[in-house]
């Protein structure tokens, strides 16, 4: 018989490892990427695979070669940045930009911190700033790629127009809600579809990999804000639903603004987060000189989650008046 | 179905003796009894090298405050007076006995007549409760009777008696409370009367059906004692937490329950006290869980004080061969056994066998502030940032975040998916605070 | 266009004027009168913030001994004596002397001499394990092998060393600040004079327990036997709760007492080594592991007439402690 084991209590610990919650995302954003491939073909893979690919490669780069930290890349964190980086562009963008946007990503955005868990921005976000940014031509267009289904086309002679929220800033007709609920619409091809994305999250909240506070807030706080600006003046601003399903609101607010590392530990700062991040959206949106503010809101969000994590507390027991 | 408000886990239940009848274990030939089993002030051995003792004789005085005796759980000759081993490798003082016979002391009733008319009075229980060396059998080893001394100014309302057994594979509470229901019943009625009182609840959780079935039929000739089922969740059977469910008050920062009016024992403690005011049988035994998932024999015994642990486990057949670690209480709570030739205390509540998959902790990753942590720590405080500055030795720091607060449950290391040794840290904080702030008072 | 510059200027001028004044008058108002002797005395400290001294940093020893206006118990155990001659010369006292202290770690258990009775799975940390059990060797009173001493350390002067699993002490850069003696939670660590050349006689065991119980866990436990108390000519050595202590102060160094230890737990080191005697057997002086620091290569830390009495005590546990 070996040597017995001392360590201290508890000698048991849940099935829950950080491995497994980063693939249970993974495997929550399989339907978008679907639904993506769905309308945008071929192309949408490509840009996937090449992110995924060169997020995995950078981390392992940077992790071996500069920090000297044990290799981290099978953890799947990369594979969720790539994925998420990848979503946040349109298919038909060129395939050096996805990669130095995966550099940016992996090596400023998460790797100068230290690696997974010391970031203090999403690095997916990081990297589509950093794209939308240097490339305006290429990935903050004004005519983006439509939908296509069934493999309709390929990268060069695929349809271009106007997104949602290219439209609802500059005026044009609307598509129905219901095109913009299942993803019939231009824009990245990641977030075109509502319904998968609220599928992947009902997926991580039974996983128990998120919990409803953030996404709630978020959605919430975004219609609520936008619903009082239709109702002040309707010829003005569009019906609130449109806010929702419309841009990467719901890709930001299941996906991005959930990322744990860039969001306050507690339930109540993380209402105050998402609040924050859909105050944010809608004034951006509305009243910003660009059509979509998502990136831009979660990330001056994930500034202030250190505040929020160092002024908002739990209610510790036993510190209440009990008469 | 009630439960307590914050955090909470819910490990494995693995209750894999709960239908082992309590054996009697034989006695062990030699015995080592630490002279000092409780919390608190240590107590002062009264017996020397070659006296004779019997079942019941005084072996160590309590003569502080909060202090408790120690009787000898066996007959025979005293053969040293020196440090033994506990199962942790320190060193205590103990008295080693050469077990010679059963013989017990006579004013010992030894028979199994129930006795259920309470004599004494409420102040001559508490005196009995001291000198027969009843200690909380929860896991902490409290006397009992200083729980029973209210402070001027405040009064008992509720009785608060648990039988969670919240922690997983731990299985001898729920065994006595199906084979001396009565007993306990009798216990919690001189608790009442010790108490002025007559309002106790008996917390059981419900993956106990037979136990709260039973408890619950004895209940209606036992007016003024209720049995509330609990939902499941650990840590429940915390002093605290349990007040929390069951009455809805929360214990303030720093205090004793009975500032909330609640007094709290466990089911075994009732029983102890059952034997000793009715019977005046001292604490000489009590039930432990000889289990774990390679064991083929899951066994629930009736152990004196005293007896080396690895008798039990020759007892029970030996240790399967891939055993990796032992531990002494339950997996979330109890401490890791170094040395199987230790003997038992009062609070040994059981053995657990763990193989060397489930012995040894996870690799350790980066903290991904995933706040499960919080989430889960009953206490609601934050783990994640109480280990940090504990692992900083920012103790002052950790104070103010109420490090002290934290009843080591074991609930954030349990939950946390990265392996961080969050309680390690925090034990650490907690002693160094706790050295603090006896500096501080002694300024 | 040009009034508008004559405006602001005059408007930056005002400005100026009255902030000025407003910074004078507080000045004047808060004014802080210090001694320049504690800038002085701070300016020649280390200035490596320590705290060896026993105050918060180099300005806090600085401060005290000016207000002070004495230098008694207040030395830097750091810049040694020849910083406290400045600080001295700086207060217009003679410096008091100090001897050079180091810390010594008293216990030789660690993975050679000792047998593994546990492993221990848990934060690498020693006032977290001392919370969860004695030690993987059994001995509840000695050295954990974690590092929290070295990990305190800020001069890089302790490291645990692989093949003992003991903290060693690099004599060169330990300034005996006492940071490690704080940290250990077994009290470990001590300081001790540092010795002429370095040499040093001491106990390396704190255990308490009788002889037999100590030497169950340890090969080289000191058991408490009190020959060496009986063989030394100064009167230096007491035994107390079955441990033998050397007092640095009454120690002259003759080393009977490291001749006489049947168990080999008293250290003499950076003594020269004495001249080979031929019935000692090459192989059996490796026997015994002895985590004393060796800074130079030709210092031999014991005389062969101790190193043969350890290693017939050792040859047998080592062995079996080798081939696991």
Redo the contacts between chains.
């Keep these: 018989m070996a040597l017995l084991t001392v360590s201290g209590s508890p000698h048991v610990h849940s099935e829950q490892t950080t491995q497994k919650i980063m693939w249970s995302v993974v495997i929550a954003m399989l339907p978008a990427f679907l639904v993506a491939i769905y309308y945008f073909g071929i192309s949408a893979l490509l840009v996937t695979l090449v992110s995924v690919a060169s997020c995995m490669f950078f981390e392992w780069l940077i992790g071996k070669y500069i920090l000297k930290t044990e290799n981290t890349v099978l953890d799947g964190s990369a594979v969720i940045t790539g994925m998420l980086l990848a979503f946040n562009l349109p298919s038909n963008v060129p395939l050096w930009m996805v990669i130095i946007g995966a550099l940016v990503a992996m090596g400023v955005g998460k790797m100068t911190f230290g690696g997974l868990g010391k970031n203090p921005f999403n690095p997916a976000l990081v990297g589509r700033v950093f794209m939308f940014l240097s490339f305006p031509t290429a990935v903050a267009l004004s005519e983006w790629p439509m939908p296509h289904p069934l493999f309709g086309g390929c990268v060069t002679d695929a349809v271009t127009g106007p997104t949602t929220l290219n439209l609802i800033a500059h005026g044009g007709q609307l598509p129905a809600l219901s095109d913009l609920f299942l993803g019939a619409t231009g824009g990245s091809f990641g977030e075109v579809s509502a319904l998968a994305i609220i599928i992947g999250g009902i997926y991580m909240l039974y996983k128990k990999v998120i919990t409803w506070h953030i996404p709630v807030a978020f959605l919430g706080t975004a219609f609520i804000f936008a619903g009082l600006l239709w109702l002040i003046d309707p010829s003005q601003f569009v019906n609130p639903l449109y806010h929702l399903f419309a841009g990467g609101m719901m890709l930001g607010a299941v996906f991005m603004a959930t990322d744990m590392v860039t969001s306050p530990v507690t339930h109540k700062g993380q209402l105050i987060f998402g609040a924050g991040c859909g105050l944010l959206t809608i004034i951006f949106r509305c009243f910003g000189p660009m059509p979509e503010g998502v990136s831009f809101a979660i990330l001056i969000m994930n500034a202030v989650t250190p505040l929020i994590n160092k002024f908002v507390k739990t209610d510790k027991f036993g510190y209440q008046k009990t008469k | 179905m009630a439960t307590f408000k914050k955090g909470g886990v819910h490990p494995e239940e693995n209750k894999l003796a709960k239908d082992s009848k309590i054996e009697i274990m034989p006695l062990t030939k030699k015995a080592v009894v630490f002279v000092s089993q409780h919390l608190g002030a240590p107590a002062t051995c009264v017996v020397q090298k070659g006296d004779k003792v019997k079942v019941g004789t005084l072996l160590s005085k309590a003569e502080a405050f909060i202090c408790a005796n120690v009787h000898s759980p066996y007959s025979g000759t005293v053969t040293k007076v020196d440090v033994a081993t506990d199962f942790n490798g320190f060193k205590k003082p103990a008295v080693y006995i050469d077990v010679e016979s059963d013989e017990w002391e006579d004013d010992i009733d030894t028979t199994d007549t129930l006795i259920r008319e309470i004599k004494l009075s409420s102040k001559e229980i508490i005196d009995r409760m001291k000198d027969r060396g009843i200690v909380g059998l929860g896991g902490a080893a409290f006397p009992t009777n200083v729980k029973y001394m209210i402070p001027e100014g405040k009064k008992a309302e509720f009785l608060v008696i648990n039988g969670v057994e919240c922690e997983p594979y731990l299985t001898s509470d729920n065994r006595i409370m199906i084979e001396n229901t009565e007993e306990i019943f009798i216990g919690i009625e001189i608790m009442k009367k010790a108490l002025n009182m007559n309002n106790a609840l008996i917390g059981i959780e419900k993956n106990k059906p037979e136990a709260i079935k039973i408890m619950a039929e004895m209940s209606k000739n036992y007016p003024g004692t209720k049995v509330v089922p609990l939902e499941m969740k650990y840590p429940q059977g915390a002093e605290k937490q349990l007040i929390n469910a069951l009455t809805g008050r929360e214990v303030p920062s720093g205090k004793l329950p009975i500032e909330v009016g609640c007094v709290v024992d466990n089911v075994g403690t009732a029983l102890a006290i059952y034997q000793a005011i009715q019977k005046n049988r001292p604490l000489i035994d009590n039930v432990l869980t000889f289990t774990g998932k390679s064991v083929t024999n899951q066994k629930n015994l009736l152990v004196r004080v005293g007896t080396p642990l690895q008798e039990i486990i020759d007892y029970c057949g030996g240790l399967p061969e891939d055993t990796g670690k032992l531990i002494s209480g339950g997996p979330m709570m109890g401490k890791a056994i170094m040395d199987t030739s230790a003997p038992t205390v009062k609070t040994t509540s059981s053995i657990l066998v763990m193989n060397e998959k489930e012995a040894k902790r996870g690799k350790q990753t980066n903290c991904i502030r995933c706040g499960k942590c919080v989430s889960a720590c009953p206490m609601g405080l934050e783990p994640l940032l109480l280990a940090t500055l504990c692992d900083q030795k920012r103790w002052e720091d950790a104070e103010k975040e109420c490090v002290m607060d934290c009843i080591e449950c074991g609930c954030c290391l349990f939950t946390c998916p990265a392996n961080r040794p969050l309680l390690d840290l925090i034990r650490v904080g907690k002693n160094q605070v706790g050295a603090l702030r006896r500096a501080r008072a002694q300024k | 266009m040009g009034t508008i510059i004559i405006y602001a200027i005059a408007a930056m001028a005002i400005a100026g004027l009255i902030l000025s004044l407003v910074l004078y008058i507080v000045a004047q108002k808060f004014k802080v009168v210090e001694d320049p002797r504690i800038d002085q005395v701070a300016e020649v400290l280390p200035g490596a913030n320590c705290g060896g001294c026993g105050f918060a940093g180099c300005r806090g020893l600085a401060e005290s001994i000016v207000k002070a206006g004495d230098m008694e118990n207040k030395s830097c155990p750091v810049g040694g004596a020849a910083v406290m001659a400045k600080v001295g010369e700086i207060m217009g006292l003679a410096a008091a002397e100090s001897e050079p202290m180091i810390a010594v770690v008293r216990c030789n258990g660690g993975k050679c001499n000792t047998k ?8 690498m ?1 020693c ?2 394990a001392n ?5 993987e060797g ?1 001995c ?1 009173f000695g050295c954990l092998g974690l590092g929290t001493c070295a990990s305190v350390c800020k001069f890089d002067a302790l490291h645990v060393s692989e093949e003992t699993g003991l903290p060693v002490v690099d004599e060169d850069k330990c300034v005996a600040c006492g940071a490690c003696v704080k940290a250990c939670p077994r009290k470990v660590i001590e300081l001790r004079k540092k010795g002429k050349s370095s040499r040093r006689v001491f106990v390396s065991c704190i255990n308490k ?1 009788k002889g037999a ?1 100590a030497k169950k866990n340890c090969d080289v436990a000191c058991i408490g036997c009190g020959k060496c108390e009986k063989e030394c000519p100064f009167g230096a050595i007491t035994i107390e709760n079955n441990l033998s202590y050397i007092d640095f102060n009454k120690c002259k160094m003759c080393r009977k007492c490291v001749a006489v230890c049947p168990t080999g737990a008293i250290h003499a080191v950076n003594f020269p080594p004495a001249k080979p005697k031929p019935e000692v057997a090459e192989p059996k002086t490796d026997a015994p592991k002895v985590s004393v620091p060796k800074p130079e290569p030709k210092a031999v830390e014991t005389e062969p007439k101790t190193a043969e009495v350890k290693a017939e005590a050792n040859t047998s546990e080592n062995q079996t402690t080798k081939s696991e």
């Design positions: 593994q009775k546990v492993v221990y799975d848990g934060v940390d006032a977290s919370q969860n059990f004695s030690s059994g509840a327990e119980a």
